[in-house]
């Protein structure tokens, strides 16, 4: 077995055995574009070894969706015709199924449509998939997501090199930055995940109930719920199941207050968001609620994420990422959002996590919002970090202690 043959097997088991950490007898679902067929059945088989009852296989076709949002009628843009694959997942969640989410983007399959037919497409599917999504964001079973090059993917990464040497540099990166290729990649991501608890432990003892974030573009406020707690690479869901949602993952995060946001913040890459590309954009916020958005490009598919519903227009995530990271460091721009957060401090608009509020995946929606929490269909992360990016946290007493600065931890 060649090397690559080996950590391809080392990286479907990390994202079985550490990502979702399978239990004996559960049922996994794997979502993965057909182009990523062959890893999803290494993550299948990888899944069986490690006691799985059954692995249910979703396949996505994103050159069929794209054929759909060009050539569908108007109305049928308004629904959402997979509906019934939402209720069967909401049912396969309740009945305590892990899934794991395959990505490989393509940014360019959408050029040309229009934004209006998009954006509708995008709504339909966010309110149809709503329960099911509401599993994985209230932390009540064990999910995971991983990424698999493509030759579209890895032309925007490296553009110029030809397919076959572009391609194994982005695994190359790929196996790099999810410590595939350390000796004991398990061993490697329990000494990273100590090394996050430990960060995460600090910001719970501290209390903070502010932020306040400088750099070019972005002077901001950000006020922090009373129960906030951080939360790092590692939870434990309400299945008991501890797992690790995002390889690779870099960042300590919690819940800011829906109306404690104030000020402005500009993107410092781009935003790949539903196959659609969004650059060079900035958020003005008053009271919490983002007034003013302006974006290079993309700005007519920013306009119709934050019309998705009101929650849309709030804060549902604060993270705290150093710029000297394993992803920043390689200085790439990976146009995915599961690299691209974890090599920059980052915001997410939309739903708040409950478990990033002390007790908060037992209280109701209206006791989450009085506690400051948003509440949306939609939670899109966009990466605000750079060597700039100076945080001060702020006491209850007022007093302004350094946490980062020159974009890392002081």
């Not at 209390?207 to 939870?235: C, F, M, N």
């Amino acid at each position: 077995m060649s090397r690559f043959e080996q950590n391809l097997e080392k990286y479907a088991e990390l994202a079985v055995k550490v990502g979702l950490n399978v239990q004996d007898g559960q049922t996994l679902v794997i979502m993965t574009p057909v182009s990523c067929a062959a890893f999803a059945r290494k993550v299948s088989l990888k899944a069986y070894e490690a006691g799985a009852k059954n692995v249910i296989l979703d396949w996505e076709d994103d050159e069929a969706k794209a054929i759909r949002l060009r050539y569908a009628p108007e109305e049928a843009l308004n629904e959402y015709p997979m509906k019934w694959k939402a209720d069967g997942f909401e049912e396969l969640a309740r009945e305590g199924a892990a899934f794991i989410q395959i990505v490989a983007p393509n940014t360019e399959i959408l050029k040309g449509i229009d934004p209006e037919r998009i954006g509708k497409s995008n709504k339909a599917a966010a309110l149809a998939r709503n329960g099911f999504l509401n599993y994985l964001r209230n932390n009540k079973i064990n999910w995971n997501i991983v990424a698999v090059p493509t030759p579209e993917w890895s032309a925007q990464i490296f553009p110029g090199l030809d397919e076959e040497t572009r391609m194994a540099k982005l695994w190359e990166q790929i196996f790099k930055l999810t410590r595939v290729d350390a000796e004991d990649p398990v061993e490697a991501w329990q000494q990273h995940i100590d090394t996050l608890v430990h960060k995460m432990n600090y910001l719970n003892e501290k209390r903070y109930v502010k932020l306040h974030y400088r750099a070019p573009g972005t002077d901001l406020t950000i006020e922090l719920p009373k129960k906030h707690q951080w939360v790092s690479a590692g939870s434990t869901a309400d299945n008991g199941v501890f797992y690790v949602p995002n390889l690779p993952t870099e960042e300590v995060f919690t819940m800011p207050h829906k109306t404690g946001v104030n000020g402005t913040v500009r993107s410092t890459k781009p935003l790949s968001y539903n196959g659609s590309l969004i650059d060079g954009f900035s958020f003005t916020f008053e009271n919490g609620k983002i007034i003013k958005a302006t974006a290079e490009q993309g700005e007519d598919i920013l306009d119709k994420l934050l019309d998705m519903d009101e929650g849309a227009r709030y804060l549902g995530e604060v993270a705290l990422v150093p710029n000297d990271s394993p992803i920043s460091n390689s200085n790439l721009i990976y146009y995915n959002t599961l690299f691209d957060e974890n090599a920059s401090c980052h915001l997410a608009i939309g739903n708040a996590y409950p478990f990033t509020l002390e007790g908060g995946t037992s209280l109701s929606k209206e006791e989450l919002e009085a506690q400051g929490s948003n509440s949306s269909i939609t939670h899109v992360d966009f990466m605000i970090g750079s060597a700039e990016l100076d945080i001060d946290g702020i006491t209850e007493d007022g007093t302004r202690e350094p946490l980062f600065r020159n974009g890392n931890w002081v």
